[in-house]
């Protein structure tokens, strides 16, 4: 399918490359257009002597320009895409010139190499696997040593705090909860530094709302994670995954690749970028029409270079996902991936989900049909309890909520929860925004004071929306909201 241009405004690394492309997007800039079902291309003339070649493998998409750029995409193919959605009159119809004919040969070439390369890997002796297997056993039984150390002194750590409570480790500034943080990092259990040096962090943000609790719950669920780890034989498989998982361990992508795949029609109802030191991360919120799974895509990117993947919230596409293993499996790979379509195109691509579910599935709740929104709070709140019950240390849960009107928005009509804006349903319940969440006053302007279905992320005490739907468009907070 052919992207609108807020979908193609995505794919820009940053904002300057989306302006620089918007500007672009004029006929006088461009000569020689066309286009055909497997691409569209384009010549820009530049600040030199020959014109830019640009072209568009319309299959991802996947772009590819003759400027000096080392940006992905570039705005030359910004530019020429958003000119194709502006007016596609100007692209003539027909067969490519060679120098498309040849990338596109070209990336065919390389896809096939790399199935053949795969295909053709040596298998390893018996021999050689059992003295590979030894070797990877003996690493993991080092660093669950390490492991057992490092959590045995924070359990150590957090009964002394308890002891003194927070209030008394207020003036010990930062530094008290930088030194435990070091010895995760020097117990190979690195996401505890981190989750440590955030809950220490709480307590001096004086504009955080219930900060001495939200450091608690979050001290809690790093002793329920301790008590987990030495209890770790005793759970279930999929739990135990997990367990490793928060303490850092990783799985490859070629073991998630050979999980049973979830082939389904699936719709991207939201996507964020996020800095993470030098790299840029993407997360993708995707649900199953026939399936109802959520599924957390996430992206990596370094420095100015493109995603891998071309997902679009928005759109649809027939494909098979690849959950990583886990007692709720919330988070996949995109295995397989065609016929994109936008969520416009039929009525069974609306973001409309059953409100039937289970938490051994991931399906979320709420639907757009529905007449009787109130009880889409409920159906939140029941299956976010199944859900932790499953697996307890979830800290984001998928929710598509609907029928529910802005509130208390930064103090237009009223704040709700003394200082928190809020979201109202029918019968005049009410949940929290989440205290990051920073586009009320945009809700309110999109909803006229109508009611709303949103989907977001659920933490147990407050959302944080991603996406709104809206006289038939899905609006991508994230890109559509922010100017």
């Not at 220490?200 to 939200?214: H, K, R």
């Not at 209890?231 to 999929?238: E, F």
């Not at 029409?289 to 370094?302: C, D, H, M, P, T």
């Not at 959302?463 to 468009?473: D, N, Q």
């Amino acid at each position: 399918m052919i992207l609108d241009a807020n979908q193609i405004l995505a794919l820009a690394p940053d904002a300057a490359s989306a302006k620089a492309g918007s500007q672009l997007a004029l006929p006088r800039n461009w000569s020689n257009l066309g286009r055909n079902d497997a691409a569209l291309w384009g010549e820009c003339q530049g600040s030199g002597k020959n014109p830019y070649r640009t072209q568009i493998d319309l299959g991802e998409p996947a772009f590819k320009c003759s400027c000096p750029s080392r940006k992905f995409p570039c705005k030359h193919g910004l530019g020429l895409y958003l000119l194709l959605d502006a007016e596609p009159s100007l692209f003539n119809s027909g067969d490519a010139p060679g120098w498309v004919r040849d990338w596109l040969q070209s990336r065919q070439d390389r896809q096939e190499k790399k199935a053949d390369k795969a295909a053709a890997k040596p298998e390893q002796s018996p021999e050689a696997a059992a003295a590979s297997l030894a070797q990877a056993r003996k690493r993991e039984e080092k660093r669950e040593e390490k492991v057992d150390a490092g959590l045995r002194e924070l359990q150590t750590w957090l009964h002394d705090l308890a002891r003194e409570g927070l209030a008394s480790v207020r003036s010990r500034g930062q530094g008290f909860w930088d030194a435990i943080a070091a010895r995760m990092v020097d117990a190979q259990a690195a996401p505890l530094a981190w989750r440590l040096r955030r809950a220490g962090g709480m307590l001096y943000q004086s504009s955080l709302p219930d900060a001495e609790q939200l450091a608690a719950h979050e001290l809690a669920s790093l002793y329920l994670l301790c008590e987990a780890w030495k209890r770790r034989d005793r759970l279930p498989p999929a739990l135990q995954a997990d367990v490793r998982t928060l303490l850092g361990w990783t799985v490859s992508q070629e073991d998630v690749l050979r999980e049973t795949a979830v082939t389904d029609r699936w719709r991207i109802l939201s996507q964020t970028v996020s800095e993470d030191e030098r790299l840029r991360v993407r997360a993708n919120w995707l649900h199953g029409v026939a399936s109802g799974r959520w599924a957390l895509v996430l992206q990596y990117a370094a420095g100015t270079q493109g995603f891998e993947q071309a997902l679009n919230p928005g759109t649809a596409f027939d494909g098979a996902l690849h959950f990583y293993p886990g007692a709720f499996p919330l988070r996949a790979l995109v295995g397989q991936q065609s016929e994109v379509r936008s969520l416009a195109d039929g009525p069974d691509s609306a973001p409309g989900i059953s409100a039937a579910g289970s938490a051994g599935t991931g399906i979320g709740v709420g639907t757009v049909e529905t007449s009787k929104a109130g009880a889409s709070i409920d159906k939140l709140l029941d299956a976010y309890a199944h859900a932790l019950a499953v697996q307890p240390f979830l800290d984001r849960f998928p929710a598509l909520l609907a029928g529910l009107v802005a509130d208390g928005v930064n103090g237009v009509n009223g704040v709700h929860g003394g200082g928190t804006a809020s979201l109202r349903d029918a019968q005049g319940r009410r949940i929290d925004l989440h205290p990051s969440f920073r586009h009320s006053a945009w809700l309110l302007a999109l909803s006229g004071g109508h009611p709303l279905t949103l989907f977001g992320e659920w933490d147990g005490r407050a959302l944080l929306p991603l996406s709104v739907w809206h006289a038939g468009r899905l609006y991508n907070i994230d890109t559509d909201f922010i100017v």
